[in-house]
Structures are given as C-alpha cells and as structure tokens.
C-alpha cells in the first residue's frame, strides 16, 4: 500500500494551476525577447579598429584566465551540475553561475537572449513532468474534482524545477565559456586539448559560411516566393523543396571546393596558422583549483547534506 | 573562324615571370579546356584575359597559380616548373582575386583573414599582423579591421579580398571579374588601387572598357586556346575580331542621341498629377525598418505608370534591393502602397507575385530546376495554367529568349548569359503586368549584353530597371529614381539624369575613367588606312644644279597615298574629303628635281 499525500481540489482550480501559469511565463518570455532583442540592437556603429575582447569593459578573470583551463573546468563544472539531484543545490549553482557572469563582464542581454531559447524546452518539463512522472510512496499528489486519473505530483513538479535550475546554470555559463574570447582562440584551446584540429578548423569554417549559405537560402526561397510558391502538403511541395535542397547543396559543394581553392592559393596546407600563443600560469591553474572545489563542493552538498 | 594569331607589338620587359608550354587540361570529365597553349609573362606586364564565357580563361588562370595541374605540357614561374616544392613557395608570392569574396574571406574578423596569407609565408603573429593592418589601411578598411567579413558590403568584401592578397606582397596578381557587381564608385576605388599596384597584373573581366584602362596587353582565349596576343589598342581597335569571339562592346560606344528631351528637372510632383488614369505602382509615404530597428527606407513617394520604362539607380546600400523587395511583397513596410489603384493590403501582398515578375542579379537564385522546361513551368503550375496553356507560354518565351530547343537542357550547365535569359523567360512566361531587372548586366560577357539588350528593347511591358550600368539604363528606361540613403533624392527624366553631374558624385554614379576610355576607344576603331586619289599641298626642298637650298615650295597636285585619319560615327558613311589638306611625309618626291 502506498502512502501518498491526496490533496482535493475543486475542477476550476485546474486552469490556476496549469493555464494561468503557462500564461504568465510565455508572456514574460515574449515580453523578456522584445526587451533583450532590443538591448542587443547597438545603438551606434562601435570602434572595429579595436577587437571587442581588449576593450576594457571586457577586461576581466575571466579573460585572462587560460583557455584551456577555462574549457577544462566550465565543462567539469557543467557536468557536476548535470550530476546534480536535488533543487536547493541547483539553486545554488545557478547563484555561482550568475556570479562568474557577473566577474567576466559579459553582456547580460545575450545570457538571458540563450535563456530565452531554453525557455519552451524548460517550459514543457515544467507543464508534462506533474502530470506524467509515475505515483511513489510518501508523493504528495492534487487531484483536480474527480478526475483521479490526471494527478497534479508535486515530486513531478520538484524533478522539474531542478531539471531547469540545472539548465539556467549551465547556460548562464556559456556566456563566460563563448564570449571570454575569439572563437578561433577558444578552437585553438580545444585542439592543444587533444580535440582533431581538423574537427576546429570544421567549425570555424561552419560558423563563417553558415551567414553565407543563410543569405543564399533566403535569396533561393524569395527566388521561389515571387513565382508563386507557397508551401502545401502536396507532392509538388515536396518536389519544390527537393530542388530547393539540392540546388542548396550543389551551390555549397562549389563554393567549398572555390574556399579550398581561395585557401590553398594563400598558403594553406592543412594547417590554420596558430590564434595565440597560450602560456599556462600558476594563476591559471589556482583559480582552475578553486572553481572545481566549488563544483566537488556542490556535489558533497547534493550527494550528502540533502540526502541525509 | 578567322586565323589565329599572336601578334605582339607590346614593350619589351627583361625579366620573364611565367611561361606555359604546350600546355593541355582537361577537365575529371575528358572534356578539353586547354589547348596547346604557349604563353610568356614578363615582370611587370598587365594583361587582360579575355574570351567568352567558358572559353577557358579561369582554367587557364589556375594553371598559372598551380591550383590545377597540367593534363600535359608546363608551366614555369621564375624559370622553373610549377610543382613540388616550388609550387608551394611560389604561390606565397602569387595572389589570385576569387570573383565572390566570400570565397576568399574565410577568416573570423578581416585581420585575421588579411594576416591569413603573411603567417604562412613564415611571419611571426605580430609582423602578420602588422602587414595585415597595413595592407587593410591600403583598401581604406583600416576601421573596420575587426569586424566579421559577413557583416561587410559587397565592395567591403572586395576590397578586403584584394587587402589579404596585397598584405602578402605577391610579385602578380590573378584577378577574376574585379569589379563584377561593384557599383561605380566602388569600382573607381578598385581601379586606383590596382593601378598603384606594381607589380605583375593579369586580369580576367569581360569589361573591356575596365580592361582598357589597367591592362596594356591582351590574350584572346577562344575554345581553350589563345587566338590573340596583342596590345590592348589593338584588341579594342578590332571590331570584327571583337565580334568573332563574342567581345564586340562597340554597341556601347554609340552616342545615342534619341533620348528624349528634358523636360522638366523634377518630375515628382508632376507625374503624380498626369498619371492617375494609368498608374500601376504608387507609393505614399512608405517607410520600411529593418528588424534591428534600422530605418532602410523612409518618405518613400512615386509612382509607376502603365507601360513606363524606370530605372532606379543609386549607391551599394541605397535601400533599392529593399524597395523591391517591398514592391514584390516580401517585406511590409508602413505607408500606403497601391498597385492598379488598389490599397495593397496583406491579403493582397501575397498575391503580388501573380503581377509582378523579377529577374535576379544573381540568377541562379531563382533557378532550382532539373531541366529548362520544369523551371519555366513552375511558375506557370501555381499560376493554375493548363498543360496546354503552359506548353504554349514556354514554347514562346524561349523564342523570345532565342533559346529554342533548350527544354531538356539543366539550368545549372548553362552558361551565365544563357541563365540570365532562362530567367527572363520564366518571368515573361508568367505575363507580369510589370518586370523588374535587378543588374541585368551582372556577369555577362558583350555578346550576352548585346543579346539581352535587344531583346529588352523589344518588350512591351512596363520596366522597373535597377543598375549601375548606365548604357542600359541610358537604353532602356525614360525616367530615372535616384535613391541615396533610403530615400528618394531625384524623380527626373533620363535626360536630366544623365546631364546631372552632381548627381553622379553624390551617388557615386560617375563613370569618368569610362567616358574618357570610351572616347579614346571610339577614334581607335576608326583609325584605319585610306588609298585614294586627292588633292593635296605639300613642301619640298629645291635643287638647282649643283645648287641645294631648302626655299620651300608650295604645290597642289593630285596622287594615292595612305594615312590615317579619324573620325567620328559607328559604321556610318562618311567623306575621305580628297580635297584636304594633309601633313604627311612625302618620300618619293625627295629625289625630284624641280628646276
């Protein structure tokens, strides 16, 4: 026999608990987007003749610090937080990751434009994990007027609300992981990390020719639009799309293989030439120590102080 | 086919850069590209590439970089052969301008991409990065030195190409279409930068006026092989071969007088008052803000009458590409745009493309098919049109086109004149009520133009033509909208437009170097020896027996001689005038004794 918690509650109360919630936050969500959209719009043309990380508003720990040390231990942090299984540490290392933020200076509008993007996913886990996670002895469970068969768990809600503290934390870490330096920097860290250099060079070309090959497919699809074309669930859609990708893909086989040529003719032969030169300091290494104690540390909090 | 020949009158350089000897190629495919090809390259020479589309320039231009290898013959740089180890040093002195910049701008910010080429010729990071930003300086992008290459304008892109290419301080440049799709102004830059540069200098293009003045040397590729080696004077001088290998541009050196007369400067006001009855396009107040908040267009205010031929000219970034899109319906703009008197409201703005049909620049951006045929029907299926209807409608466009019997054929193996005009036809086919060109020019070798051109001017449909290419715009279209900044600044008729040199300053539309290369171009080709019988006043010394003095003695007296005389006209009848008088030299009257 199980020992559940029933807590009874008129039918109406249904649509507090789910609707009006799920309301107010796609409409913080919508309203948050147009805010951090528009923070993100620079008001004025700024200084290219400097690179953005050397400005002195960026100028931080976390920019100095070394970026194989940063990769190593924002991933090792991240993992812990992954490992995490109850709300109150989670809580926690969503504070830590909005401290490291707050030490690397990054920009505020662009963490909360990357939570913003995990917001449906957190949003769904949050609305279907009450309903759906299976019934265990001593869960406290809402049953809305008589349907017994739809049971609002409040453990389902708890795993939930942990599930998406664990990913706010992690992706208010980003910013400090991405933005703390050049891209081909942060590549150039993983590939003295043992990652293929190949597998760097890979994506920083993906990331150059990925607003390439947007901007043609959106000149395709216009190309298509002013001759008519509007997607309907028929066979000539489909075929219309086929072409459309594969004229896509033949157009960016050609281009790739003219890169290569343009890459080669400037004295490319396999390698890219080194970003930065990396030297490791103790300093480096010390706060590397300090931030991957405060991960054991949250894992100790998790594993033992909230078990007990 | 006229002979061949390598005839070269050019000057004299020492120091022999490049040297190809029976050299062959041939495509994964065995189809022949290159074709017993011999060729020297002195240091310091400027040549222009030129020949028809497909005729093999850019293969032959990769084989000079050793971006391709031989099928058999060699090539040499420097005296040795391009390969191995050579190769590989060689081309850290050989720059090659790629036509799409984007092709060449592959690094994160344009320093590293300007620095690209100096780190592997051995230069620490710092050094790089000093002949970097040096070069960036060069190309007047010095300010923009960190910023993503994505985010540059299209002669940005170009001039941060060129600036990775100077920065590694090559001894010769390769350039492929330099100033394909740059708007004059921007063309003007390029041109000074390539004249200071110094060293060697080979060009592929297919503006022979561009070519006239950077190159002074010409090779005339046709079918994989050199027809002609010669002086650019030469090149430009020779209509008929011009015209044998598709490179005729003379059409665009005729003066036409035929436009019609100014009437007024501004017509704005005017025009809006006339054309009530017949208006197809107006726009009242229209304003259009990108996404960022950026204002593109704003005070947007003119109007399009039925069966009017418009151009619509203006700066890289002018805000025309937005119009249009806002006129064909795929952005929303705030203001009242009606098109045939009607408010264009959203339901309506979907149904534009039933109306109004647009060629490309870039055509391959609106051919997607597997065959010719399939591509001009797409627009005719979601026109509704029946089998029959359609088989009609393709079978007239493509004569319209002069592409009769090209229905099987793959859009993507056509050549770039011949998909230009494929995409022609899939709008004409549609049968819109108005037809926009955007750039119709772009990469179209003189044949092609003169193609396009005439079968444009035969087309009675109203005309919305955006260009930098001021002969087109001069050809086709009777009014001008001149944008600068997203605004309408001039509403004028061509006439007016063409005469407004301030105009052209402001919208960098001013094509001095052309007008004056065009000039020189124009009296070459009609430089040419006469033989006839004239009559002529010359002076020549006096003998008297043993008496040699120099009283000069004037005379007339009839006789056949050659000269060259110029004069202006395209093919037209003109007087040799034997009654004029000449300066010339008179070699057999020398020896006469006149006593």
Redesign the interface.
């Known amino acids: 026999m199980l020992d559940i918690t029933n807590i009874k509650l008129p039918l109406w109360q249904l649509p507090v608990f789910v609707l009006i919630p799920l309301a107010v936050f796609a409409l913080a969500v919508f309203f948050l987007k147009r805010f951090a959209y ?1 923070r993100s ?1 620079p008001t004025e043309e700024r ?6 990380i050397a400005d002195a508003i960026y100028d931080s720990v976390i920019n100095r610090w070394d970026v194989r040390c940063k990769i190593v231990t924002i991933l090792a942090f991240s993992f812990a937080i992954a490992s995490l299984k109850h709300l109150t540490p989670a809580l926690f290392a969503i504070g830590i990751s909005s401290l490291v933020l707050l030490i690397s200076r990054t920009s505020f509008t662009k963490a909360l434009l990357r939570l913003l993007a995990i917001a449906g996913f957190i949003s769904m886990f949050l609305i279907v994990m009450p309903f759906s996670v299976p019934v265990h002895s001593n869960d406290t469970v809402i049953i809305f007027g008589k349907m017994n068969w739809l049971v609002f768990n409040l453990r389902g809600l708890l795993l939930a609300a942990t599930i998406a503290a664990k990913a706010v934390a992690i992706t208010l870490l980003m910013e400090p992981l991405l933005s703390t330096a ?3 920097v942060t590549l150039h860290g993983l590939s003295k990390l043992g990652v293929p250099e190949m597998a760097g060079q890979m994506v ?2 993906s ?3 990925l ?2 090959f947007r901007h ?1 497919a959106r ?2 699809s ?9 997607k309907h669930t028929n066979i ?1 859609t489909l075929r ?1 799309v086929a ?2 990708l ?2 896509l893909l ?2 960016s086989f050609e ?1 790739t293989e ?2 290569f ?9 396999g390698r ?6 990396l030297h490791l300091k103790t300093s480096d290494l010390l706060i590397t120590a300090l931030w991957l104690a405060a991960g054991s540390a949250l894992i100790i909090f998790d594993r033992i102080i909230c078990q007990g | 086919m006229h002979e061949p020949h390598q005839h070269i009158t050019r000057p004299v350089y020492d120091t022999q850069l490049f040297g190809a000897r029976r050299l062959y190629y041939r495509y994964p495919d065995k189809t022949l590209a290159l074709s017993d090809i011999n060729i020297d390259i002195a240091e310091g020479e400027r040549i222009a590439l030129v020949g028809q589309n497909g005729s093999g320039k850019t293969t032959l231009v990769k084989q000079l970089c050793g971006l391709l290898s031989p099928s058999s013959g060699e090539v040499f740089y420097k005296e040795k052969p391009l390969e191995g180890e050579h190769l590989e040093k060689s081309r850290l002195k050989i720059g090659m301008l790629f036509q799409d910049p984007d092709d060449q701008l592959f690094g994160h910010t344009l320093l590293e991409d300007t620095a690209f080429g100096p780190r592997n010729q051995g230069l620490s990071r710092q050094d790089a990065d000093h002949a970097a930003l040096d070069a960036l300086k060069r190309v007047s992008l010095i300010d923009k030195a960190y910023k993503a290459p994505h985010n540059l304008s299209f002669g940005q892109k170009k001039r941060a190409a060129l600036a990775g290419l100077l920065a590694m301080q090559p001894d010769v440049l390769f350039l492929d279409e330099p100033t394909a799709n740059l708007d004059p102004r921007q063309e003007q830059v390029f041109l000074d930068l390539l004249k200071d540069y110094s060293g060697t200098l080979i060009c592929i293009s297919h503006d022979l006026i561009f070519l006239y003045e950077l190159c002074n040397r010409a090779v005339v590729l046709d079918k994989g092989r050199i027809h002609h080696d010669y002086t650019m004077s030469e090149l430009v001088s020779q209509k008929q071969s011009l015209r044998m290998h598709g490179l005729d541009f003379s059409f665009r050196l005729v003066i036409n007088d035929s436009i019609p007369e100014k009437t007024n400067t501004t017509l704005k006001s005017s025009s809006l008052e006339i054309i009530n009855n017949n208006q197809l396009v107006a726009f009242r107040d229209y304003q259009y803000r990108y996404p960022d908040g950026t204002l593109a267009l704003s005070n947007i205010d003119f109007t399009i009458c039925e069966n009017e031929k418009i151009s619509i000219v203006g700066e890289n970034g002018a805000g025309k590409t937005t119009l249009l899109s806002c006129l064909l319906g795929l952005l929303e703009g705030n203001g009242d745009f009606y098109f045939a008197g009607t408010l264009v409201k959203p339901r309506q703005r979907k149904a534009l493309w039933q109306q109004i049909g647009m060629v490309f620049q870039d055509c391959a951006d609106q051919l997607f098919c597997p065959s010719v045929k399939e591509e001009i029907e797409f627009g005719l299926v979601e026109l509704g049109c029946s089998r029959t209807e359609s088989e009609k409608r393709i079978k007239e466009v493509l004569a319209l086109v002069h592409m009769e019997g090209y229905e099987e054929r793959v859009p993507l193996h056509l050549s770039g004149g011949e998909r230009k005009r494929l995409a022609l036809a899939c709008v004409l086919a549609m049968n819109p009520k108005l037809l926009i060109l955007d750039e119709p020019t772009a990469g179209l070798d003189p044949q092609g133009e003169e193609l396009l051109l005439s079968i444009l001017s035969n087309l009675d449909a109203t005309l919305l033509l955006v260009s930098h290419d001021i002969f087109f715009i001069r050809e086709l279209t009777k009014r001008t909208i001149v944008m600068h900044k997203g605004r309408i600044i001039e509403d004028m008729p061509i006439k007016a437009f063409l005469e407004d040199e301030r105009l052209g300053s402001l919208n960098g539309l001013s094509y001095s170097y052309r007008d004056k290369s065009s000039s020189t171009i124009r009296r070459l080709q009609h430089e040419h020896e006469h033989r006839h019988i004239h009559k002529h006043l010359h002076i020549q010394p006096q003998i008297h027996a043993d008496t040699a003095h120099f009283d000069l003695y004037e005379h007339t007296h009839d006789h056949s001689h050659h000269f060259t005389h110029s004069h202006p006209g395209e093919e037209k009848e003109h007087d040799h005038a034997p009654h004029r008088y000449h300066d010339h030299n008179h070699p057999e009257h020398d020896g006469e004794n006149n006593s």
């Open positions: 528009k719009i200084d290219w003749s400097v690179p953005p050049p891209l081909p920083l070309l990331y150059r020719y607003h390439v043609e000149r395709m216009s190309g298509m639009q002013v001759r008519g074309f509007r000539q219309a072409n459309f594969g004229m033949v157009r281009r003219r890169v040529d343009a890459m080669r003719a400037r004295g490319y032969k890219f030439p080194e970003p930065a030169e």
